[in-house]
Each structure stands twice: as structure tokens, then as C-alpha cells.
């Protein structure tokens, strides 16, 4: 069946250094939507970027993500990390067409440090 | 921004006690989610609607069932609790299967 795999469970860095955060997906299905959803401690999750469209950069908010059906990716990048950006991100995937079952990683939970 | 709203935020019950969970959302979305949040697990599906009257079962429905009784409203019924049924529960709902889904704050579940 369709699915999202979230190889890290935890990023730790230095404030200032570049983030990315690893996202493949699995599906049968041609047409996939991709998210990546942010929460912060003690709040909800909430929207952070949406794609459908290969080899397209998509920017919300410093961060970045590109969808590669070639390699059923979609990376979460930010050049520079700041204390703030420390969160649980996960990344989500939905098939064009179907009944809106929104399928979310593990999630991967991202740590700045001064 | 679109409102979701969960009742009650908190909640503790026995085994094998009832509860529900309520969720409205007031924009007129036609999908609505039930999610659970656990430690390793991350965001679970359980059950979601597109619509008053639909119905369909998620990834871990197990042990749960849900009602869509208007646009508005969803709720998740849990006729036996179980301690595994601990949990911080989400209702979510969207426009449409693939566009942004709006999370409300979550309902704290404990089963002692």
C-alpha cells in the first residue's frame, strides 16, 4: 500500500547550519500530493508546504522542498537553521482522485542549538 | 483560517468506559479525520468522511467508531476503553483529499 518513510526520528544541529530533512514516499499511483506538516511543541500541526508538481521547487517560510517522482522524494530544506525552527515535522502523502486519505511519516523531530 | 473544535480537551475514563469525542469544523469543508498521535507512532488514522453520512475506516479503526452526523460534526466513539486507547487524539478536516488539512487542538485521552 501507499506510504511515507521518515528515515530520521531525530535531527540535531547548530543553529545557523542547514537543514534537511529526508522524505520518500511509496505509491502506486501516478499523481501523488506531497506535504510536510510542522508542530510545535504543545500546538497542533499545521501546513508548512504542499507539492504535486515534479522537478518544481515549492518555498514557504525559508524552507524548500522539491518533488522527484523519479526517485519518490521530497526533502525538506532550510539553509540556515534557527532556534526556532525546532519542531516535529511530517511529512504526508495523498493520491490525486481518491477519497482524501492523507497518509503522514513518522515524523521526524528537528532540534536547534545555540 | 479554517476553525476546527474538539471537545473535550481532556479526558479520563475507566476500562471498559465510554466516550465520545466531538469535533465541528465551521467551514463548510467536506472532508473531516480522526487521528491519533503517539510517541514512535507518529499520526494515525483511524476514521474519516467526505461527507454527512459517509464513513470510512482508516488505519488503526480498531476498537473505535465514528459518526458523521452533519458537515459540521464528527465524532469518535469508544464503547470499551482500553489502556491502549491513551492517546492525544486529532480531528482534522479539508476541502477536498488534497488540499491543506486543518487540525484542531486535540483531545488528551487517558484510559486508567
Known amino acids: 500500500g501507499d506510504s511515507v518513510t521518515q528515515t530520521e526520528g531525530l535531527v540535531t544541529l547548530t543553529e545557523g547550519l542547514p537543514v534537511m530533512l529526508n522524505c520518500t514516499y511509496q505509491?502506486?499511483?501516478?499523481?501523488?500530493?506531497l506535504f510536510w506538516y510542522v508542530q510545535h511543541l504543545n500546538e497542533s500541526p499545521r501546513l508548512l508546504l504542499k507539492?504535486?508538481?515534479?522537478?518544481k521547487r515549492t518555498e514557504h517560510q525559508g524552507f524548500h522542498a522539491t518533488l522527484h517522482k523519479s526517485s519518490s522524494s521530497f526533502h525538506l530544506q532550510k539553509s540556515s537553521a534557527q532556534l526556532s525552527d525546532s519542531a516535529l515535522y511530517y511529512c504526508a502523502l495523498t493520491i490525486t482522485g481518491n477519497t482524501g486519505k492523507l497518509i503522514f511519516g513518522l515524523g521526524t523531530t528537528l532540534q536547534v542549538q545555540p | 483560517e479554517a476553525a476546527v473544535t474538539q471537545s473535550p480537551r481532556n479526558k479520563v475514563t475507566v476500562t471498559g468506559g465510554n466516550v465520545t469525542l466531538s469535533c465541528r469544523q465551521t467551514n463548510s469543508h467536506n472532508y473531516m479525520y480522526w487521528y491519533r498521535q503517539d510517541t514512535g507512532h507518529g499520526l494515525r488514522l483511524i476514521h474519516y468522511s467526505y461527507g454527512a453520512g459517509n464513513l470510512q475506516i482508516g488505519d488503526v479503526p480498531d476498537g473505535y467508531k465514528a459518526t458523521r452526523t452533519t458537515q459540521e460534526d464528527f465524532f469518535l466513539l469508544l464503547e470499551l476503553a482500553s489502556p491502549s486507547q491513551t492517546s492525544l487524539y486529532f480531528c482534522?478536516?479539508?476541502?477536498?483529499?488534497?488540499?491543506?488539512?486543518?487540525f484542531g487542538k486535540g483531545t488528551r485521552l487517558t484510559v486508567v
Open positions: 505509491t502506486i499511483y501516478s499523481n501523488p500530493f
Open positions: 482534522a478536516s479539508s476541502d477536498a483529499g488534497n488540499t491543506e488539512v486543518f
Open positions: 507539492s504535486f508538481t515534479d522537478n
